[in-house]
């Protein structure tokens, strides 16, 4: 459907990109397969799947990891940005097809991606004044939280220059608001053919390392707590 | 740096035969919220011990090498060189800033496997000769004696029979043994050289449940070492070496069960690693000594009075028995028969804190004074719990909580799970 549309130059290129991006993570991905699962001779003391399922459900809960609950504000601010992020790509879709949402719908959405913005503002300060965060970072780490931030900023943008909050009916075209469409594409572009090149890749990654960690302690039977070949009374 | 060593050692991140590796050096996102879940950045607040540093310096040469960016781009994702000063910093953090303890693992935001990094990246530093002194000579020792210690055979051999003599006055059997080399028994047990050198009573406490027990079991001269540095030194062929060597007692001797003594990283290598340097599984059953008596408790075949041993009891839960080898049901089952006032260390279980000892510290000299400081951390633990005994299926635990003991003035008694059941024992 989205290929028999007519689209302008610059939404074609967005499409590209994101051709583009989805490829080489599809290439990431099939390596990834091909390499497969370890090889273990070690004879299993648990079960694989239920430490893999665990893996993605309760060992990512806030109260099993200090990550999360040493750091409950940072992590909120993470959760609403990872949020924020997927909602901004999915939104890409109706934006390039011209479905924007409407009246109360817009305002939540603008409302919600404003705060993970900020989120991602305040990631991105903290890595720059905390001294352990800055000793471990690279400027790809800046990079990638410009990019999604900025990109979800435009998002904003884009909704509110497309929607009819003011009066039902009405579109108000705020001023600037032609030219930010064409910068929102360019950098939905620039932002799609940077994912494949630094850590913004961990959206792929991510998965397989809590399938590992699930295989790893499963398999041991370290998760889901408690032995499950366990004799003992 | 002789260019064939580095290219053995970079030859480590190209991968091996699963998406493990390439998951790892792949996933860490810098957030850096795993700090607080190392002690040492828990003891010391520098931001080099953040164990997502330790990621970063394995990852950063496998980006160099390996990717696209790190190969054209290298500023701009922090890709490094493998030079004198990456190894100089490799060989500070991933040796000496380590116990490999894993605690991280479980609490990083994205779910890396991080102390099998720091295990990649030691490997590395292996196959460049870079493994420190101090711990190869461990390695060394095991690879010419047979044992970590160097203990002659005849030592052994003299010690046993002693001990023998007391297990036979204190069960009151003159037909009491400690069996040595004896074939076709259904035990081939194993011992921590520590124990025959330093901690011969818990060679009898484990003699005295196995006959009280009714145990067919034996002891080899010729490989009895549980331990295997080589897990941390990280050269796989020297921890194939010995792990083999094992492995070939069992069956030269054809037991049925090869049972591990306390020993956290020894149960490990053996028990999880050790099939997979030899690159086949075991046709003989694997147990740890914790596992094993809680069989004789279910079994009845041995009895505890839990009046006996006097004194609050906690437990250390090591690192490589419970984290990485999901044993932390059965030792607490044990204490409920064995002891009648138990309480839990906190955090434990899977979430335990470190020692402080493993990882090879205690072989590694000159990184003493890291060490002691992260013990801090568990003498704070220890202190909370109020107990006089601190217990622990671990000897290289032992050791460091009797150094931790002594240096932060506990005042406790640190004592295996054998020598408490051995106590319990009526």
């Known amino acids: 459907m989205i290929l028999s549309m007519e689209f302008a130059w610059f939404q074609w290129m967005a499409l590209s990109a994101l051709a583009i991006c989805l490829s080489v993570l599809t290439f990431h991905l099939i390596r990834l397969i091909r390499q497969g699962s370890p090889q273990d001779y070690s004879k299993s003391a648990g079960s694989i799947s239920r430490g893999v399922r665990y893996a993605f459900t309760g060992a990512m809960s806030p109260a099993r990891k200090a990550s999360a609950y040493l750091h409950l504000p940072t992590y909120t601010a993470g959760l609403i940005y990872h949020s924020g992020t997927f909602l901004s790509f999915f939104l890409f879709f109706f934006i390039i097809t011209g479905n924007f949402p409407e009246g109360w719908l817009t305002l939540l959405i603008v409302s919600f991606l404003a705060i993970s913005a900020l989120c991602g503002i305040g990631i991105f300060i903290k890595r720059m004044v905390k001294q352990e965060l800055l000793s471990l970072s690279n400027p790809d780490d800046f990079i990638s939280n410009l990019l999604v931030t900025i990109f979800q900023v435009f998002t904003v943008i884009i909704l509110l220059c497309n929607t009819n909050l003011i009066s039902e009916g009405t579109t108000v075209q705020l001023p600037g608001c032609p030219t930010a469409q064409l910068i929102y594409f360019f950098h939905f572009t620039l932002l799609m053919l940077y994912v494949p090149v630094g850590k913004l890749r961990h959206l792929l990654y991510f998965f397989a390392a809590r399938y590992h960690l699930g295989f790893f302690y499963g398999r041991r039977g370290v998760w889901p707590s408690g032995n499950i070949n366990s004799k003992a009374g | ?392 299926p671990c000897h290289n635990c032992v050791d460091q909580l009797i150094q931790t003991n002594a240096s932060y003035k506990l005042g406790v008694k640190i004592m295996t799970l054998a020598e408490v059941v051995s106590e319990a024992m009526v």
């Open chain 2, 1 to 392: 740096m002789k260019e064939d060593m580095k290219s053995k050692a970079l030859s480590k991140l190209n991968s091996n035969g699963s998406s493990r590796l390439l998951t790892q050096l792949n996933s860490c996102v810098h957030c850096g919220l795993c700090a607080e879940s190392c002690l040492y950045y828990e003891a010391f607040r520098d931001a080099r011990f953040v164990p997502a540093k330790k990621v970063e310096l394995v990852a950063s040469v496998y980006r160099r090498y390996y990717t696209l960016t790190g190969k054209t781009l290298p500023w701009l994702t922090g890709a490094k060189e493998l030079d004198d000063k990456m190894i100089a910093e490799m060989i500070d953090l991933l040796y000496g800033a380590c116990t490999m303890c894993g605690r991280c693992n479980l609490h990083c935001s994205i779910g890396l496997d991080i102390a099998h990094v720091v295990f990649t990246g030691r490997s590395m530093l292996a196959d460049m000769n870079l493994v420190p002194d101090t711990l190869q000579a461990t390695v060394d020792a095991a690879i010419k004696t047979g044992n970590n210690m160097a203990i002659p055979t005849h030592e052994l051999v003299d010690t046993i029979k002693w001990l023998e003599e007391d297990l036979r006055m204190e069960v009151n059997d003159d037909n009491a043994l400690i069996p040595l080399d004896e074939p076709g028994k259904n035990i081939l047990y194993t011992l921590n050289p520590r124990e025959p050198k330093f901690f011969p009573l818990s060679i009898s406490a484990m003699a005295k449940i196995f006959h009280v027990a009714g145990e067919s079991w034996t002891i080899s001269t010729k490989m009895y070492d549980v331990t295997n540095y080589g897990y941390f030194s990280g050269n796989e062929q020297e921890a194939s070496e010995i792990a083999g060597r094992l492995h070939r007692e069992m069956e030269s001797l054809g037991a049925k069960r090869c049972v591990l003594a306390e020993c956290g990283h020894g149960s490990r290598a053996f028990r999880w690693e050790a099939p997979n340097y030899l690159g086949k599984a075991f046709d003989f059953d694997v147990l740890t000594s914790v596992e094993l008596i809680a069989e004789y408790i279910r079994d009845g075949r041995i009895k505890l009075d839990p009046g006996r041993l006097k004194g609050k009891v906690t437990l250390h839960d090591p690192c490589n028995l419970v984290r990485g080898g999901g044993i932390f049901e059965e030792q607490r089952y044990i204490l409920k028969h064995a002891v009648s006032d138990f309480t839990e260390m906190e955090p434990h279980g899977p979430d335990n804190l470190c020692c402080g000892g493993g990882g090879g510290q205690l072989a590694m000299g000159e990184y003493n004074e890291r060490r002691m400081k992260i013990a801090g951390l568990k003498a704070d633990q220890i202190r909370k719990t109020g107990a006089k005994i601190v217990c622990t």
